[in-house]
Nanobody
Framework: QVQLVESGGGLVQPGGSLRLSCAAS????????MGWYRQAPGKQRELVAT???????NYADSVKGRFTISRDNAKNTVSLQMNSLKPEDTAVYYC???????????????WGQGTQVTVSS
């Protein structure tokens, strides 16, 4: 069994900052890409940022320059530092990771349960 557990969501005023963290645990052989996605009410889930095991990053245009994704391969964690938050960043944020559980199995995607981020004055 593999679990992804997010933490760090909450309510913040426009212009403020939050840091999300996600820890992967369980029967993990190897973790490939990790990332953050978000889903606002009435909208589809969208990519926020991803990071490969080698540290290459990719960001949605809407968050470039404001959000920073990072990971600790030794601890199986990924974080998202969110600065200059806007009301349109309000959403449930989900952690995602491509994980293999044995040396011969292919990677599959796992999701966390989500954490609410609300940006409002």
């Amino acid at each position: 069994q593999v679990q992804l557990v997010e933490s760090g969501g909450g309510l913040v005023q426009p212009g403020g900052s939050l840091r999300l963290s996600c820890a992967a645990s369980g029967s993990i052989f190897r973790i490939y890409a990790m990332g953050w996605y978000r889903q606002a009410p009435g909208k589809q889930r969208e990519l926020v940022a991803t990071i490969t095991s080698g540290g290459s990053t990719n960001y949605a245009d809407s968050v470039k320059g404001r959000f920073t994704i990072s990971r600790d391969n030794a601890k199986n964690t990924v974080s998202l530092q969110m600065n200059s938050l806007k009301p349109e960043d309000t959403a449930v944020y989900y952690c995602n990771a491509d994980i293999t559980i044995t040396v011969i199995s292919g990677p599959r995607g796992y999701w966390g349960q989500g954490t609410q981020v609300t940006v409002s004055s």
